[in-house]
């Protein structure tokens, strides 16, 4: 053979193989393929773990469609997702994995002023469009979509689709009447995806069933699953599940009571403060804002530990509009400056409790004063150990509460035997919380990717749909309360080898 016969061979070689690495067809696992079958010849929800690539399922079935969506067609499709973080994420990956014109809408665009008119011309040249379920939804009120426009709809975790939810309104009020009145009319074809149907506390199999057959009968669909979790081993690393127990025990009886009695007592008193110096709504709302803080701190105190307290109230303090409100309400300058008074005089009081040295020196001692309970200590200790093994740590830790998630890394970020750990926490992104913008998540997000950011404290907007690769170990501070957090949560720590740790209170009998 010639050099040109062999350069021309080595080259359809290399386009061979950059094609395969492009196409999304040829890499998907037998389960995808067979769910993409499925989903071509009627609607389904593929239920299937954290991991198993269900939103690669959605991107063939959108290549399938696109001879239905294309321009000039005047046919759509329609990728719902619950929340605006997931509008950008999924975005990317249809991108990624079609040609197809791809369009975003979020309720921060000020979508809801839009007219029919506006709304016509920003979906002209666009094929698939991304959106949060509440956006779709007043659009078919308002008559300015049709479900006869799309041909295929598609709802990320479908498992939201319950009650007067926008995924359940949307089916209820224009799907199934449609379906009902003219069964062989126009409809979208269906496509579900989610990591468990249910997130009810009840595991039970026959409440377990019933939701399932809810589910398909909302969205007209039938289930799609592989059978057992062996089958998906091969491609999908499940994490280890270890429980790690701490000692069922509290701050001394004596500690406890006098510093919950300085705190009741400063509470009184800016209370009165506010008697002689505010009225109406502006005292009804200081008195509310204090109150709140007060069992947030009350809270930290048994739960986390009087330096935890104490770092939520200094917080609280500062000027970092960040954290100007724990509880969700944002404050007029007036209000806020008697809040924010009450919490200096809690931080001054709290850091008399704590003055004994850096956290951390001696953890006996941290604990015998109150300044760190069992349970943060064991998670300290277990990070600590984890190090010895794993440099290169990419680590989420989960917990309930907002104000878990900022001390705790506050906390973290001080221990001086965690040298060159970066700790970031991430505590969703709620109307009238003072909470991150979407941009400063993103941006903890991919740091984490990088490895820049070694530990990420979080609350349950890590547990659903957010991409979050390169996570050796996922540790739950608070536990679970539905089986779906413990399915996505678990789902989370994607590499070989990762470990999900339960941390669990050793009960003395």
Known sequence: MG??????????????????????????R???????????????????DTGAGKTLIAGLLLRAYAHRVRKPARDYAVFLVPTRVLVEQQARVIEAHTDLRVSKFTGDMGVDFWNAAIWRRVVDDAEVLVMTPQILLDNLRHSFFSLQDIALLIFDECHRAKGNSPYACILKEFYHPVMNSRPRGPLP?????????????NLLQESY????????????????????????SEYIPFATTRIVQYDDY??????????????????????????ANLHGLSRKNAKKGISKLHKAFLYCTANLGVWLAAKAAEIHSTTNEQFLSFWGEELDKNVE??????????????????????????????????????????LVQFLLEYRWHMQDLRCIVFV??????????SLLSTINQMPGWIIKHIAGNRPMFHNQSRNKQTEIVDAFKGGKVHIIVTTQVLEEGLNVPGCHLVIRFDPPTTGRSFIQ?????????????????????
């Open 3 to 28: 050099d040109a016969a062999t350069a021309a061979v080595a080259a359809d070689a290399a386009a061979t193989e950059e094609a395969h690495k492009e196409d999304p067809e040829i890499v998907a």
């Open 209 to 232: 069933s019933k939701r399932i057959v809810e589910l398909e009968n909302l969205l007209n669909s039938k289930v799609y699953t592989v059978d057992n979790e062996s089958a998906l």
């Open 337 to 378: 400056g008697f809040v924010r008074s009450y919490s200096e005089e809690v931080y001054r009081e709290l850091s008399c409790f704590s003055k004994r040295g850096h956290i951390g020196e001696d953890f006996a001692a941290d604990l015998q004063d109150g300044l760190l309970t069992p349970k943060v200590h064991c």
């Open 250 to 275: 509290i701050i001394p009886s004596n500690s406890h009571n006098h510093i919950k009695s300085c705190l009741d007592k400063l509470q009184e008193k800016h209370l009165e403060v506010l008697k």
């Open 30 to 48: 037998w389960y995808q393929l067979e769910a993409l079958e499925r989903a071509m010849s009627g609607n389904t929800v593929a239920f299937l």
């Open 489 to 509: 949560s678990r789902g989370r720590a994607r590499m070989p080898n990762s470990d999900y740790v339960l941390l669990v209170r050793r009960h003395v009998f």
């Open 400 to 409: 309930e509460r907002v104000v878990t998630s900022i001390v705790l890394e």
């Open 189 to 201: 074809r269906i496509f579900g995806m989610t990591a468990s149907p249910t997130d009810s506390k």
